[in-house]
């Protein structure tokens, strides 16, 4: 109060005095003007500023994705975005340039670091992420003596990392992570004595870590991840005490490791050694220094390693990730170790034996993955009120047994559940009010009705109940499940007809498989209405009458209505399936991980039949598309319509009773790997354009009624007369000569369509004489063009085999992965 009294007096007494006010504003207008000067920036590094906005950005030219840098006009280099300058002298000492260029459509480019030499006095300089490539430039930016953190992670520099590294002196932060990065470890990188932090993961190094990094002393964190770093883990980390983190995870380490190297760290919270299966884990009685907070020794060797004397490891108190999947422990699992860690504790893949043990006091673990072991016997009564906390609970891939109802009950309020591939029996229980998002049953021996209990709490997303012995029909009462995205009953012995409108109560859903039960009556309508499905699987049921006509469901990709009494005939309005006409194929959000929960999602894999005997494994739900109809009895023509569907890989509608001829206009079915037409009463010739179909693998007419010579050339030249037999009218197939003369009746009856064939006939002969001239170069360019999706392909099939054997030993239903990130895959049967 006296203070604001002071300052009006004082204002006053300046209003008094005019001449003192117009001074204080003219020195103040003086001051700001010298001001606005002094911090306008040394002209020759503004000039370099700009110069190496250009070679980011090569002039005229607007590049979409480049951020344009729209701050980098005027005098004052000092403001603009990135920079930064030294408070008193205005020289340039910091640059952070990161992801300028990551999002724009760019070659990488050899980066000119000559454009940083005048920067005398740069203290930090952050390049990543900018599509830059070249060799390190090692020489140039050690001219620049005052750096201290250097970051060119996220680009394409390749080559060695040079011995001369060494001349970045007074580095401590360096991050050459995420580029192409090859040879050995320089020696040298034991010089630069200052380093705290050292990034050199995600390149293609190798050899051995080498001794001289015994003199980083000052290093906290070392992540050489993802790497093909080999030998044994040195003897380097005695006077290395400040290490806080240590990633080592993926590289191909062997030998011993003991923890007793690291014994004297008392700052060390973080250690990955995951992903080294060579690496042998050895046990330490020591007590260290340290308290983790993660452990990740998952896929490293722990076979030496004897859980059952309480190591190290259960005098770690902070640890919060425990991860110690596919490590090679067996044994029974020490009561110890379920209280080892607070938030996640990883066990699975491992060959752990004996029953599911609880801990010596509650814990707080929310994550608890036993899966994929040779754990059996019963669950313990009071299992939960031991892991009152817990969220996710895995036990898939066990010999478990014991009714299923204490098991439920257990595990009532947890989100995840997954209880697959063991030997649970019993019924569902009525008397529960389970609330899970994820509940996973399948391949159990679980028999009885499907009750309300299960469906409580209107959170589930995914419920797979597959291959059990479950009985009855479905209550639409159960079915108010407005978040529900997939549902798997295949396998079971449900029955009765689907109630009316029961999937209007289960709007979302995207994947439907209920595939081997007793269903019968018709086909939902309402189905058509489920705007978001995308795999419809009802094979192997009793549905009759019509097909539902699916058109409207504009993102299917997979319809799948084999092995049923459908008649009538093939609704011509497929084209309007936009996933199947797109040539590209769909584009579709992916199914194959559906996040559940903050870090949790459930990955999905439909094994599609494509034919009687073959099954469609490992494609993932967002590339594959297919329709399968066979084994009913479908009249009528095949709707030419069908041929719209560019985007199709599996067209099966063999074994019905179709009739009429093959539409020519299947020859823009493009993308299409198995077409078969086999088991119908089909006439006429195979259309010659077919020849077009280069993706086709599988093709059968066989057992129709098709006459006139078969189609050579491209990929025909691959199928075998089981292809063709059965149609006594076909010739021109293995075996099978065409013999020149026609029988004289058709010769008569078809004298005038045979003109046009012969017309055709000309077209297809020219096209196998092309054929055969340009048919190397022709497939090549076909491949070369569909290169994208070829190469997603080949990935995806990848990714799904690397998952197949990941789930091993017990056909594995589903899997944790070590990321944290878990992911459920199932397949049909
Ligand atoms: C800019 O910095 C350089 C090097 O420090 C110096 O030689 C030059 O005189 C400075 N230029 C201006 C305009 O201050
Ligand atoms: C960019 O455009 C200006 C004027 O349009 C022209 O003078 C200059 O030569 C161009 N620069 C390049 C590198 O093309
Ligand atoms: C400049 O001043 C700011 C705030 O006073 C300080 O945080 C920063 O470290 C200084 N920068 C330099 C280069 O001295
Ligand atoms: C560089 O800029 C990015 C994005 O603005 C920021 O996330 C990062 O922390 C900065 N790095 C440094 C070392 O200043
Ligand atoms: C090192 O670079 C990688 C890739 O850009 C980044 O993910 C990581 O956070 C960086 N590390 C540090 C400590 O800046
Ligand atoms: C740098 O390291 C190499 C290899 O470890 C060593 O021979 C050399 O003497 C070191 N140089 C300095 C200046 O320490
Ligand atoms: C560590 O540094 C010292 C002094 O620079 C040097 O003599 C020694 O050879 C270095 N050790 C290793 C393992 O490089
Ligand atoms: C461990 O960290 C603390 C606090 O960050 C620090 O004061 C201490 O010097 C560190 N000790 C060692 C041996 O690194
Ligand atoms: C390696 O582990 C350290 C410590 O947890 C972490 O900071 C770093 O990001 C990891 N590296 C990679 C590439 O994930
Ligand atoms: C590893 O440790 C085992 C047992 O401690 C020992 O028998 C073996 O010789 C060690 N191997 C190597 C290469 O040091
Ligand atoms: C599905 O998998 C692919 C490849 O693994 C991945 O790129 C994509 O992000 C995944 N989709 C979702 C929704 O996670
Ligand atoms: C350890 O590294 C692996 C891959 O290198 C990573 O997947 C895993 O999440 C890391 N572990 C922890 C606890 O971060």
Request: charged share 15%; aromatic share 8%.
């Amino acid at each position: 109060m006296i203070c604001a009294m002071a300052a009006t007096f004082s204002s006053i007494s300046l209003f008094r005095r005019p001449w003192l006010l117009m001074f204080l504003t003219l020195a103040l207008i003086l001051h700001l003007s010298m001001a606005s000067d002094s911090t306008s920036c040394n002209g020759s590094e503004r000039e370099a500023l700009l110069g190496l906005k250009a070679s980011f950005f090569p002039p005229n030219e607007t590049i979409e994705g480049v951020e344009d840098l729209d701050s980098w006009k005027g005098l004052n280099c000092c403001d603009w975005e990135g920079v930064e300058c030294h408070n008193t002298t205005y020289h340039v000492v910091g640059l952070n340039l990161s992801s300028l260029r990551s999002n724009a459509n760019l070659q990488s480019e050899n980066f000119d670091a000559n454009l940083l030499t005048p920067f005398e006095q740069l203290q930090y300089l952050v390049l990543s992420n900018n599509k830059l490539g070249g060799e390190l430039p090692v020489e140039e930016i050690s001219s620049l003596k005052h750096l201290y953190w250097l970051d060119l992670s996220k680009n394409s520099f390749e080559g060695k990392i040079p011995e001369e590294i060494d001349q970045l002196l007074s580095l401590r932060h360096l991050n050459l992570s995420n580029n192409q990065l090859q040879g050995r470890l320089p020696e040298s990188l034991g010089n630069i004595s200052s380093l705290q932090f050292l990034s050199l993961s995600t390149n293609q190094l190798q050899g051995t870590i080498p001794l001289s990094f015994a003199n980083l002393s000052l290093l906290k964190d070392l992540d050489l991840e993802d790497n093909q770093l080999e030998g044994t883990i040195p003897p380097i980390f005695d006077k290395l005490r400040y290490l806080e983190h240590l990633n080592l995870s993926r590289n191909d380490f062997s030998g011993n490791f003991s923890f007793s190297m690291l014994a004297n760290h008392p700052n060390l919270t973080i250690v990955n050694l995951s992903h080294n299966n060579k690496l042998v884990i050895l046990q330490t009685n020591d007590t260290p220094a340290f308290q983790l907070v993660e452990l990740d020794l998952s896929y490293s060797d722990m076979s030496k390693y004897d859980l059952s004397v309480p190591g190290f490891l259960s005098n770690q108190k902070t640890l919060s990730k425990l991860l110690l999947a596919y490590s090679n422990l067996s044994g029974s699992i020490p009561p110890w170790v379920l209280g080892a860690s607070h938030n996640w504790l990883y066990l699975h893949g491992n060959m752990f034996t004996g029953q599911l043990v609880l801990p010596p006091t509650p814990t707080d673990l929310l994550k608890l993955d036993l899966s994929n072991n040779r754990l059996s016997g019963e669950l313990p009564k009071e299992y939960h009120s031991f892991f009152p906390h817990l969220s996710e609970i895995n036990v898939s891939g066990n010999v478990l047994t014991g009714n299923v109802a204490s098991y439920l009950h257990a595990f009532q309020g947890l989100d995840m559940l997954d209880l697959s591939v063991n030997k649970i029996s019993g019924n569902l229980p009525l008397e529960l009010s389970l609330n899970l998002l994820f509940l996973d049953l399948t391949n159990n021996q679980v028999t009885g009705n499907l009750p309300a209990s299960i469906t409580y709490g209107n959170r589930l997303r995914a419920l797979w109940l597959s291959n059990n012995h479950l009985t009855g029909p479905l209550l639409s009462e159960n079915f108010n499940l407005l978040q529900l995205e997939s549902l798997r009953l295949d396998g079971n012995s449900f029955s009765g007809t689907i109630p009316k409108n029961l999937f209007l109560r289960i709007p979302s859903l995207k994947v439907l498989n209920i595939r081997n039960n007793n269903f019968s009556g018709s086909i939902p309508v309402e189905l058509e209405e489920l705007s978001n499905l995308q795999v419809l699987i009802l094979r192997e049921n009793r549905f009759e009458d019509g097909l539902p006509v699916m058109c409207m469901v504009k993102r299917l990709t997979i319809l799948d209505l084999s092995r049923n009494n459908l008649r009538e005939s093939i609704p011509p309005c497929f084209q309007n399936i936009s996933s199947w006409v797109q040539n590209s194929g769909p584009s579709l959000e992916s199914l194959n991980s559906t996040r559940i929960g903050t870090e949790t999602s459930y990955r999905e894999v439909v094994s599609f039949t494509k034919g009687n005997n073959y099954d469609y494994f490992g494609l993932t739900l967002s590339l594959m598309t297919g329709i399968d109809l066979s084994q009913n009895q479908l009249q009528g023509h095949i709707p030419t319509e069908l041929g719209l569907l560019k985007g199709l890989i599996v067209l099966n509608i063999s074994n019905n009773h179709l009739t009429g001829s093959i539409p020519a206009s299947f020859d823009q079915l493009r993308r299409i790997e198995v077409l078969d037409l086999s088991n119908n009463k089909l006439e006429g010739r195979i259309p010659p354009q077919l020849v077009l179909l280069y993706s086709l693998s599988t093709f059968s007419v066989a057992n129709n009624n098709l006459s006139g010579v078969v189609p050579n050339g491209f990929q025909f030249s691959t199928f075998s007369e089981s292809s063709y037999h059965g149609n006594p009218g076909l010739c021109g197939f293995m075996g099978k000569p065409c013999s020149t003369t026609l029988p004289p009746s058709e010769v008569n009856e078809d004298e005038k369509e045979d003109s046009i064939w012969e017309k055709d006939n000309l077209v297809l002969y020219a096209v196998i004489a092309m054929g055969f001239i340009v048919g190397f170069w022709g497939v090549l360019a076909f491949f070369f063009l569909n290169m994208k999706w070829t190469t997603l392909c080949f990935e995806t099939m990848d990714r799904s085999i690397s998952s197949l054997s990941l789930r091993g030993k017990s056909r594995g239903y589903s899997s944790f992965s070590s990321s944290g990130v878990t992911s459920y895959s199932v397949l049909g049967k």
